[in-house]
């Protein structure tokens, strides 16, 4: 079996005290609430991408992320897109927005309340599990797409 092309991205959930830090993000492609994240650079280790990438759109200083999970899917171009699922309480600095879109602490309980990503609830749910670790994006022969979590 041949060896495919990979997409390498990293997201976080950075939480304190019944909240979580969500990104209203700005893209076209795929508006919505979700967790702030991007890829990863050419020789970069995942844990200085998923700092970097914190730094980047929120302003925070995270520490000690924990890999908690993968989500993956095929591209149009048919390469698979990896984003490695971090989490952290860990974080000091003052929060601020980027280009990406507007960040913003919300209690958990307020969340449906936010014009979410399709996919958010199944992504929070693997970042709050100690079963699941994976979303996976299918797509069968007919061109339907589906997502399993394991």
Known sequence: MASERAIMTVLCMVYRDGEILLQDRVAENLPGVTFPG???ERGESF???VKREM??????AIANPR?????QSQSADGERYVA??????EFSGDLSSSAEGTMRWIRREDVD???????????????DSDELQEFMYRTGEDGSTWFELH
């Open 38 to 40: 991007g890829h990863v």
């Open 47 to 49: 844990i200085e991408a």
């Open 55 to 60: 730094r980047e759109e929120t302003g925070l």
């Open 67 to 71: 890999l908690c999970g993968v989500k």
């Open 84 to 89: 490695l699922l971090f989490k952290t309480a």
């Open 113 to 127: 309340s936010y014009p979410l990503v399709p996919d958010f609830h199944e992504l929070l749910a693997v970042f």
